[in-house]
């Protein structure tokens, strides 16, 4: 079965950086998105990577090393707007989107 | 980037009766139109995919018959919830990929919350 793993819940502090880590297991692969989702919002898109490395953009990064199933979104300088569910998404085989269940992220003063 | 609209944004109704949902593209002609369900503190649910033209595909476990789905032109897809009941009250979002673009852009309209009581 296809699968996606990231974790449900983290906490950061206002400025400092976090990383949020995403593992696949899915029918093919034509890349990986990060989406933020605020509550109440459709979400919006952050990254989308299909070959390895790093893809930096403003404060956010997003990496993928599609030999071990692995992506992370790094956020840095963060800021109390960053509070929001992060969405890890992988494009299938047949151009479907299958979802993680989403990190929530509570970012304290 | 593109925009994609929906309505209404929210609505409540009673249960037993029918809802429609729009969604619709502003600035690009969509080939492909998603429709998902997003039930509190849960991920995203894709309930089916629609081409212009043709039939939906539904995924395993929507009901086709209570979800129609009609992708009647390239900038227009309607969802309509039929004999809605309280468990059907779930935020729905579709999304469109662009005619014109990559098979990996999806864009989202903004969501419609939907309560039935």
């Known amino acids: 079965g296809q699968n996606i793993d990231q974790p449900t819940e983290m906490t950061a502090t206002e400025g400092a950086i976090v990383q949020i880590n995403c593992t696949y297991q899915?029918?093919?692969?034509?890349?990986l998105f990060w989406y933020q989702q605020h509550a109440g919002e459709a979400p919006t898109f952050l990254s989308y990577?299909?070959l390895d490395g790093l893809e930096e953009k403003g404060r956010f990064s997003s990496f993928l090393s599609r030999s071990k199933g692995y992506s992370y979104l790094l956020l840095k300088e963060l800021q109390m707007k960053d509070s929001a569910s992060y969405l890890c998404?992988?494009?299938?085989?047949?151009?479907?989107?299958?979802w993680g269940a989403g990190t929530k992220l509570i970012i304290k003063p | 980037g593109a925009v994609v609209s929906q309505h209404p944004s929210w609505v409540i109704c009673k249960s037993g009766t029918s809802v429609k949902i729009e969604c619709r593209s502003l600035?690009?002609?969509?080939?492909?139109m998603f429709w998902y369900r997003q039930f509190p503190k849960q991920s995203l649910m894709l309930m089916a995919t629609?081409?212009?033209?043709?039939?939906?595909?539904?995924e395993q476990g929507v009901e086709k018959d209570k979800f129609l789905i009609n992708h009647a032109s390239l900038t227009l897809s309607t969802l309509t919830v039929t004999s809605a009941h309280p468990e059907d009250s779930s935020f729905y979002i579709c999304?469109?990929?662009?005619?014109?673009?990559?098979?990996?852009?999806?864009?989202f309209g903004p969501g419609t919350r939907l309560t039935v009581t």
């Open positions: 990577n299909v």
């Open positions: 998404a992988v494009l299938d085989s047949n151009y479907q989107l299958i």
């Open positions: 600035d690009f002609q969509a080939t492909t």
């Open positions: 629609s081409n212009e033209g043709s039939k939906a595909t539904y």
């Open positions: 999304s469109l990929t662009p005619s014109q673009g990559a098979a990996y852009e999806q864009y």
């Open positions: 899915t029918s093919g692969f034509n890349g």
